[in-house]
């Protein structure tokens, strides 16, 4: 199907619609009347178009013109299922899109039900759901698979003519869309004439998304529809402005916050966005510090308790506050219409995330998004002139969809044996017709349908692993009800580190206080890093850990100058290879340094003079003496995981050529190794080559030794067996805690390691390691990249450049509260050297 510009309809609305539109003075925009004539030939649709476009309204209105033609069910007639399935990423955005759905229905008298169904929907709401299921769900991932592997799907489904999926282009780029794409093969099996409709931002690849929508086809390429929608306000982006000094390094931009505080107060309604929540909680508290105005300010991040989120978000909608403190959580799609300002604390990471979340200001398409980006760090300025240049031009860096996980390959298996029994062959048919697992070979597909059945050739001999049997008549079904029953507790794919419930108590009371309200969930690992009587922010109080109950947290009411800040491991964000490409290009040319702050740009001006500036294409290193350590700074501009993982590699290999190695610190723009040995002297004597060090062999032996030998595995592994049902966190009445599932998840992957090592969840662990934790790929083509391009600068002493990373060297990992002026006392001696 081909690619076409909305002007080209001649569809006019039906009425009541058109008399809607008219009662208000709006003209229907082209968009939404080609994708009511696009899917009234029966074709799938994608749209793309820019913030306040009217997208949302577009995906539904095929559906509510068709279900106003059908009608609704006459009393005492037959079941009728569902007609519109609306997804959504996030429960919040479910909820919104429900309130303004509400107005036109209820404006033109339609008598259309529409209902969420969220992890938080009451079970009693649940079951009434599928009894008396409402025209339009608005749903999510999680919550579509639990319902295609009820023994009830197909009654459920049968009548469903629509799938609308919002933010498409977020969805379908992780495991979550791995998972949703197989849940789409499915309903297409349930409803053979189903019509689906994406909507998404502007994105790298359109036709992955095409693809995605519709069933493809051994040795075919299939793409729906594509509608797109041009123009749209050019966006007001600006980076902070600033007299103050910016710090070399650290991400908590506490600099700024007397000019954020002032923007906030220019300005109707704020959204200040953050990368992790630690982040966000430390943002909190210090704008509350200094909130002499008594701005009601708030915050919004995933671990805080639903019913505070809620209450943020009704507080938002009814413009009740000057600024909300957020995480990704309010990154997508939900339209706060008096927003008129988007401040972006630290680096974007991304050029397509900084769209996406500027776009929340001024939700309309007609009026310009207005931003100000607040760099935490001198590098975060060049990284956010890069992301400002990239948003100028349109430049999109979204990452692409990627071939389907076999360990959610795994859990779709065993949900579609909860549903139904089954036949292989004709499963495998329907799996190969989702766009990730096009190209998945039968042979492997063989491998997840034993998995399922055995646990694997190591571990069939257990029976609790043997989940589903084959029947005489060669279908698949569950083995023991029981099983069905775990597999719906455990369904999904997001795997955060295990949580732990924080309840208020009374100062002193320790572990054996009662009651009080829980404020929220952190991680396991954080809370078993305190002592009684530690300090630590939550929900943007500071708490004094009193002790642990019943595996609870117990905490009580604190004042503290110095708290231990939660490090979440959910919301960080990996550097763009666009982004980074811009920032080596502003190194390397004069004249992108020109929009620099005159500190930054005297930074680099000074490097100039002591070292040299990395060229495009080229990598630098540096070494150099300091105190009694000997240190090699390398600048690679690849993002934190790669520079970890290039890192360890290096150090392997140092070790061997008698450098002595002792530790190193990476960054998203560099990586730094400190050695008792003189590295510039070893390379100078030829007894260690550069060109050798760097070699791309190091991603074989090394990579697969260093492997073998840390943590790493074992802890993506974790991640893979519970997604795929081998080890179950929650069982009926009980849930297992995060050490349960770390022993038993290290028990069984030694087990595998020398039993079966081609396991598929091992095959699994791999990918994922390569793709995450570790970024093999980028690392890789780096690597490719520089070879016959490296650049030693032998010094006498630090550069400028390399300040940032020595003042991360000894930096706690937990405790990113120290104050900025201590840091800078401790750093003063470093810097006055780099400088001179």
Not at 90 to 104: C, F, S
Not at 250 to 275: D, Q
Not at 723 to 732: C, N, S
Request: hydrophobic content about 40%; charged content about 25%; overall charge neutral.
């Amino acid at each position: 199907m081909d690619q076409r510009t909305p002007e080209e309809t001649t569809t006019s609305l039906p009425e009541p619609f058109a008399g809607w539109f008219a009662a208000r003075g709006w003209k229907p925009r082209p968009h939404q009347l080609a994708l009511i004539e696009e899917t009234g030939k029966g074709h799938s649709a994608l749209l793309i178009a820019p913030t306040g476009a009217g997208k949302t309204l577009a995906g539904f209105l095929p559906s509510l013109i068709a279900l106003t033609k059908r009608g609704r069910k006459p009393p005492g007639s037959a079941f009728r299922g569902i007609h519109t399935l609306y997804i959504s990423p996030l429960k919040a955005l479910a909820v919104d899109i429900e309130r303004n759905l509400d107005r036109p229905v209820s404006d033109m008298v339609l008598r259309i039900s529409i209902e969420t169904r969220t992890g938080d929907t009451p079970q009693s709401k649940r079951t009434r759901q599928r009894l008396d299921p409402p025209d339009i769900l608005l749903t999510t991932p999680e919550q579509l698979a639990l319902l295609i592997a009820s023994t009830e799907a197909e009654r459920f489904f049968k009548d469903l003519e629509f799938v609308v999926f919002d933010e498409l282009h977020s969805l379908v780029t992780s495991k979550r869309g791995h998972l949703l794409s197989l849940g789409l093969a499915r309903l297409r099996r349930l409803a053979p004439n189903l019509k689906t409709i994406g909507l998404s931002a502007t994105v790298a690849e359109p036709d992955d998304l095409r693809k995605w929508l519709v069933p493809q086809a051994p040795e075919e390429t299939r793409l729906s529809s594509l509608v797109t929608v041009a123009g749209g306000a050019r966006p007001d982006i600006t980076i902070l402005d600033t007299e103050e000094r910016i710090p070399w390094s650290g991400h908590s931009a506490r600099y700024a916050m007397g000019e954020v505080y002032k923007a906030i107060g220019r300005h109707r309604t704020t959204i200040l966005f953050v990368n992790t929540r630690s982040q966000a909680e430390m943002l909190f508290q210090e704008l509350w510090r200094i909130n002499d105005d008594s701005l009601p300010i708030a915050l919004h991040h995933g671990s805080l308790d639903v019913g505070q989120r809620r209450r943020v978000e009704a507080a938002m909608s009814e413009n009740k506050l000057r600024a909300v403190v957020a995480t990704s959580t309010l990154d997508l799609g939900l339209d706060w219409g008096d927003v008129d300002l988007v401040i972006h604390v630290g680096a974007p990471k991304g050029a397509s995330r900084l769209a996406q979340r500027i776009g929340r200001s001024n939700h309309r398409m007609d009026e310009p998004s207005k931003a100000i980006l607040v760099p935490a760090n001198r590098f975060e300025v060049m990284e956010c002139q890069a992301a400002l240049d990239a948003n100028y031009l349109g430049a999109q860096d979204t990452p692409p969809v990627g071939r389907g996980a076999l360990d959610v390959l795994c859990q779709h298996i065993m949900g579609m044996a909860c549903a139904a029994p089954f036949d292989a062959l004709m499963l495998y048919d329907e799996i190969v017709s989702a766009s990730p697992y096009a190209d998945l070979p039968w042979e492997t597909f063989e491998r997840a349908l034993d998995f399922a059945a055995t646990g694997g050739y190591a571990l069939r001999s257990y029976e609790r692993y043997a989940k589903i049997r084959k029947t005489r008549e060669g279908l698949w079904r569950v083995s023991n009800p029981q099983y069905a029953t775990q597999y719906r507790l455990n369904i999904g794919t997001i795997i955060e580190e295990p949580l732990m419930k924080i309840r208020l108590v009374r100062q002193g009371r320790g572990s054996a206080a009662r009651g009080g309200p829980v404020l929220g969930e952190v991680e396991e690992y954080f809370i078993e890093s305190l002592s009684q009587g530690d300090t630590f922010m939550f929900g943007g109080r500071v708490l004094r850990f009193e002790g642990i109950r019943e595996n609870e947290c117990h905490a009580s009411e604190a004042r503290s100058a110095d708290p231990k800040i939660p490090s979440y491991n959910g919301g960080k964000f990996p550097l763009s290879t666009y982004l980074a490409d811009g920032v080596r290009k502003m190194l390397a040319d004069p004249r992108l340094r020109a929009e620099l702050p005159d500190q930054v740009r005297d930074w680099l001006a000074i490097q100039e003079e002591k070292s040299v500036l990395p060229k495009s294409g080229e990598l630098l290193i540096e070494t150099f003496p300091r105190g009694n350590r000997f240190y090699l700074v390398a600048y690679p501009f690849e993002g934190r995981l790669a520079h970890q993982t290039l890192g360890m590699l290096l150090t392997r290999r140092l070790d061997r050529a008698g450098a002595k190695p002792l530790g190193f610190v990476a960054t998203d723009y560099s990586l730094a190794i400190w050695c008792l040995e003189d590295v510039g002297a070893l390379i100078g004597a030829k007894k260690l080559s550069l060109a050798s060090l760097f070699d791309e062999d190091m991603l074989g032996d090394d990579l697969e030794a260093w492997l073998n030998e840390t943590w790493l595995l074992k802890r993506t592994f974790r991640a893979c067996a519970v997604i795929a049902g081998l080890i179950e966190r929650r069982h009926p009445g009980k849930e297992k805690t995060g050490r349960q599932v770390t022993v038993s998840a290290d028990l069984i992957y030694d087990v595998l390691r020398s039993h079966e090592p081609d396991h598929i969840l091992l095959e699994a662990t791999r990918n994922d390691a390569a793709q995450g934790l570790l970024d093999i790929g980028r690392l890789g083509a780096m690597l490719a990249r520089i070879k016959g391009h490296i650049r030693l600068q032998r010094l006498d002493q630090i550069s400028p450049l390399a300040v940032p990373i020595m003042l991360e060297i000894g930096k706690e990992p937990v405790g990113g509260s120290a104050d900025e002026q201590l840091l800078a006392e401790a750093a003063e001696d470093l810097i006055a050297d780099a400088m001179g």
